[in-house]
């Protein structure tokens, strides 16, 4: 009865990883993670003062990351 029970989870685990291995070729085949134009038209539409406040943003959130490190000891 054991064997019964893990041939049948292996055969369930096997056709599900083959319908995701499909699904991720399929996608790459129709280029569905190619997304060049979001980046493009997110730099394009945002103003100078969007950008500035952005780049702001991410160097205080370094600061902070430098100041809270506690080497180990």
Same mark, same amino acid.
């Given at each position: 009865? /054991? ?33 060049? &134009? !979001? ?6 539409? /945002? ?8 780049? =702001?943003? =991410?160097? &205080? !959130?370094?600061?902070?990351?430098? !100041? ?6």
């Amino acid at each position: 009865m /054991d064997n019964i029970v893990l041939a049948t989870m292996l055969l369930i685990s096997v056709v599900l990883g083959a319908f995701a291995l499909f699904g991720v070729i399929w996608g790459i085949k129709n280029k569905q993670f190619e997304d060049y &134009r !979001k980046f493009l038209d997110g730099t394009k539409f /945002d103003d100078e003062d969007a950008l500035n406040d952005a780049y =702001e943003l =991410e160097k &205080r !959130k370094k600061e902070a990351m430098k !100041k809270n490190y506690m080497p180990p000891d």
